[in-house]
């Protein structure tokens, strides 16, 4: 072997730079609530008319963190995406919707980390939520591609953590009990995004996953809209509009192969069943 080859690093592979690129982000997201937490900001109170509702906004370190962790690891995906040889080589024209659940996610990681006093508590939150956003980080990576070996395993993670992201936030925005205008549009915000990556717009076109995507909001915000009529628990609502979520998705993407059957008809309407149960269940639970 020369001594020009001997010299010559051998070239990384894509995979190893995500995942180090991964890693990195992962420490940037740990660590960022973490200086937040010792740092106490002054606060800032703000009133708004939205859609003909007062609205009263404070702004503390809590929502800093709010809006800072979402932003940070939707730059941090962006970054690790643009590893990708489909993504170089200009085979993805847009990445942006892969920014989606995992900006969801560290959504739902900043706002139940304010809610936590416990600092343990607070420590393991902050430690599962960044092991799921690095899971969810690499799934999304490896979806990329068709042909990516671990493809069917990645879809199947990334389809799983985007429903548990989708329970929790509406969970969340249904415990607000705020007026329909509020918890309907911020229900319609969270489901169109989540639907819009789960319809993999990079392989079915982004103009018919879009149109897919806001369908199924839609339906969900207006499913919202209807159950602020009902005395039931966070939990329930929240079953039955995640239960609206999965069925509207499931059906558009059968639809969408042609695949819309009896037996996949009889599947959408078990689950129906096991969810309606669930949220009777639920129903009284605070």
């Given amino acids: 072997m020369s001594e020009e080859a001997q010299a010559t690093p051998a070239k990384r592979k894509p995979e190893e730079i ?5 890693m990195i982000l992962l420490a940037l997201v740990a ?23 007062a ?14 962790l979402p932003a ?21 024209s847009f ?40 899971m969810l980080v690499l799934a999304e990576y490896s979806v990329i591609s068709l042909q990516d070996s671990g493809y069917a395993v990645a879809r199947l993670a990334l389809t799983a953590i985007t429903y548990l992201i989708a329970f929790g936030l509406l969970v969340l925005v249904y415990g607000t009990r705020e007026r329909s205008v509020i918890t309907a549009t911020l229900t ?10 789960l319809m993999s717009p990079h392989i079915i076109g982004l103009r018919q996953a879009a149109v897919y ?23 329930s609502a929240a079953v039955l509009l995640l239960a609206v979520f999965y069925l509207l998705v499931g059906l558009a993407q059968q639809h ?5 059957t009896g037996p996949v008809l009889v599947e959408f309407a078990v689950v129906a069943a096991i969810a309606i149960l669930a949220a009777v269940m639920l129903a009284n639970v605070r």
């Fill in 256 to 260: 969408y192969q042609d695949r819309v």
């Fill in 31 to 53: 660590l960022t609530p973490v200086a937040l937490k010792v740092v106490e900001l002054p606060s800032r109170n703000l009133s708004i008319t939205f859609l003909g509702s």
């Fill in 95 to 134: 990445v942006f919707p892969f920014w989606i659940a995992p900006g969801f996610m560290a959504l739902l990681m900043a706002l139940l980390l304010t809610r936590i006093p416990v600092w343990p508590v607070w420590v393991m939150g902050l430690l599962v939520g960044a092991a799921i956003l690095g």
């Fill in 213 to 235: 995507a806001f369908v199924v909001a839609l339906i969900t915000a207006q499913m919202t809209w209807a159950l602020n009529y009902w005395n039931i628990s966070n939990w």
């Fill in 18 to 22: 995500a995942r180090e690129r991964v």
């Fill in 72 to 92: 940070l690891v939707c730059a941090g995906v962006d970054w690790v995406l643009r590893a990708h040889p489909n993504v170089q080589n200009g085979g993805v």
């Fill in 188 to 197: 319609f915000a969270i489901i169109f995004g989540l639907a819009l990556d």
């Fill in 55 to 68: 609205l009263s906004i404070t702004f503390t370190t809590a929502s800093l963190l709010i809006v800072m």
